[in-house]
């Protein structure tokens, strides 16, 4: 199938399908909005459109949106002055999933990055999700780091 894949930069007509795909998580079914229209979903796309430092990636299979992710070019002063590549928002239809699409996403982001001058490529996985963390090991990446948060606003 990955010989069918393609990707490319979301557009506002892809938001609602973008939406859904997160919704599919299970666990963001307790912290996204139930309205795929919601105008905070359509602020965060415009902010995230117009940075040249982000890219919103959808892959398609054919006509139909299989998966995508949210990647965000750092600059960094660490590993001196490094550019990162932070990969999040990882999400692949369910009905696709386990068939290396995830894999070939992750490939053509990696790609994405080191054509922007990345030499590090990082990203997060929820600790409740252990097949996650499992794929990006097999995919080379370390467990290196542990991830912190804060929440200071309401969602």
């Not at 430092?53 to 002055?81: Q, R």
């Not at 990345?118 to 600790?127: C, D, G, R, S, Y």
Request: charged share 25%.
């Amino acid at each position: 199938m990955s010989a069918n894949l393609v990707y490319r930069k979301a557009t506002l007509h892809d938001l609602s399908t973008i939406i859904k795909l997160i919704f599919e998580d299970e666990l963001a079914q307790n912290r996204e909005s139930q309205d795929i229209h919601d105008q905070h979903y359509v602020d965060a796309f415009h902010r995230i459109n117009i940075d040249p430092n982000h890219y919103l990636m959808v892959v398609e299979h054919g006509a139909e949106i299989v998966a995508t992710c949210h990647l965000t070019v750092i600059a960094s002063l660490s590993f001196k002055g490094s550019t990162r590549l932070q990969i999040e928002e990882v999400r692949v239809r369910k009905k696709h999933r386990s068939i290396g699409i995830g894999e070939w996403m992750i490939k053509a982001a990696i790609a994405y990055g080191v054509e922007h001058g990345a030499k590090i490529v990082q990203l997060t996985a929820n600790k409740k999700r252990t097949q996650a963390q499992a794929f990006y090991e097999k995919l080379g990446f370390e467990n290196s780091h542990e991830g912190m948060k804060l929440y200071v606003g309401e969602n």
